[in-house]
């Protein structure tokens, strides 16, 4: 079977590095990838962008794909699913109708407050006068979001509320994030430990994944701006089976059933950001309506079923019939990233150090990388998560620092405390 993934982060080389392992998979095509799914054996890159929807159904019909797996959120919102499956071509992913749970925050408050499930409380204007009126009648902080995808910067943890004032005018009156904030959200500002749930869902049936955990704040101590992520790591101590089993109850199951009752069934990757209180209580934060990167970095190291058998469940609606084995090791990933980032950065930058740094425990997963002369150059904001399997969180974040170390390219910065929320929580 020839299949194709689109996009060209480190979530889509963990994608297709993990489909290159079927036996019954012949070719892993990736549109467009980077350097590291350019030199992955089985893999081959395609000069199609991931947001190209018409010009990727020609090409899936024209190469005999037989599945389409799209990485990015932004074209599933646009409808490539709908586009695929129209021309006969198998994709997995949700629909455009239900990939509004990700493409619109005030579509994803409606489902959840249909199914009953637990949130912040909010309000959402299209004017900045009434936004800025109820602004100056709450306490901060308060959360500001784009209602549409905004690269994942829509969202504004304002802590004063001057804060939120600027975050306003940025989006309704200065249009900072386009149409994606035309619609804006002030919330309440949850307090607790973020944590990402990531399961599968046929429309029917919820086949939770393995649990893992982000750092989205650029700096040490989960501060300064917030970004794609910049590490993750599987198991997630804070989503014991006790939190699990809640957050399948209170959240997956209601949401799912909201989301057929609508007539609009969900199929794909439904990733839940929630928000656990200290009492194990969890609130969702947003939805996304695929893998999370980096924490797909992570649970692809740790996967043992083949991805290609869960896929078909899931397009075939028989969740229920399947289990996903788990390597029970840890694993970590370390994003190193530009100097810059998430603001303005350089590109081009030679990156040394990548065939010293992968072993049997570690695996380099690329993001913002490309190929220039024979030569591994960087090409993104977040260019590597390197990713580590360790007996214990320690031995894998170790290993994974160790691999860092090897690595180096101009203006190169990771965070170094990737893993310390879990770490505290073990002790």
Not at 283 to 294: I, S, Y
Not at 326 to 342: E, F, H, I, Q, T
Request: glycine share 10%; aromatic share 4%.
């Amino acid at each position: 079977m020839k299949v194709l993934v689109t996009g060209s982060g480190g979530r889509e080389h963990a994608l297709a590095w993990k489909l290159a392992q079927s036996d019954r998979i012949s070719e892993v095509l990736v549109a467009p990838g980077n350097a590291g799914t350019a030199r992955e054996p089985g893999v081959c890159n395609v000069p199609l962008e991931a947001d190209e929807n018409a010009r990727l159904v020609a090409f899936a019909i024209t190469e005999d794909v037989e599945l389409v797996i799209p990485g990015p959120e932004a074209p599933l919102v646009a409808g490539l699913v709908d586009q695929m499956e129209r021309a006969g071509m198998p994709c997995f992913g949700p629909t455009a109708a239900a990939a509004r749970l990700e493409g619109s925050k005030v579509f994803s408050k409606e489902v959840l407050d249909a199914a009953g499930a637990p949130t912040a409380g909010f309000r959402e204007f299209t004017a900045l006068e009434p936004a800025l009126a109820h602004v100056d009648e709450r306490p901060a902080p308060m959360v500001v979001k784009a209602d549409g995808l905004a690269a994942g910067k829509g969202v504004i943890i304002a802590e004063t509320r001057d804060e939120a004032r600027v975050a306003l005018r940025d989006m309704l009156e200065s249009r900072a994030f386009g149409e994606a904030g035309l619609r804006v959200l002030v919330e309440d500002f949850l307090e607790g430990e973020e944590a990402s749930f990531i399961a599968l869902v046929d429309g029917e049936h919820v086949l939770p994944l393995a649990s893992s955990q982000d750092h989205k704040a650029r700096d040490d101590g989960d501060r300064g701006p917030n970004t794609g992520g910049m590490g993750a790591y599987s198991p997630a101590p804070v989503l014991d089976s006790d939190v699990q089993a809640r957050v399948m109850n209170e959240v997956m199951h209601p949401v799912v059933r909201a989301m057929r009752d609508k007539g609009t069934p969900f199929r794909g990757v439904l990733y839940a950001g929630l928000m656990i209180s200290p009492d194990g209580a969890p609130r969702v934060l947003e939805f996304n309506v695929r893998f999370g990167d980096p924490e797909c970095q992570p649970l692809m190291m740790r996967m043992r079923t083949d991805l290609l058998d869960l896929i078909e469940a899931t397009r075939e609606g028989r969740l229920d019939k399947v289990r996903v084995s788990w390597d029970p090791r840890c694993a970590l990933g370390v994003v190193m990233a530009s100097g810059g980032y998430p603001g303005s950065y350089a590109k081009g930058h030679e990156i040394s150090g990548l065939d010293t740094a992968d072993n049997s425990s570690v695996k380099v997963f690329h993001a913002g990388t490309a190929m220039n002369d024979g030569e591994v150059v960087t090409a993104g904001g977040r260019v590597l998560c390197v990713t580590a399997l360790g007996d214990s969180l320690p031995e894998a974040r170790d290993r994974a620092y160790d691999a860092v170390s090897d690595i180096s390219f101009e203006g190169a910065f990771h965070r170094s405390d990737i893993g310390a929320r879990a770490l505290v929580r073990q002790q």
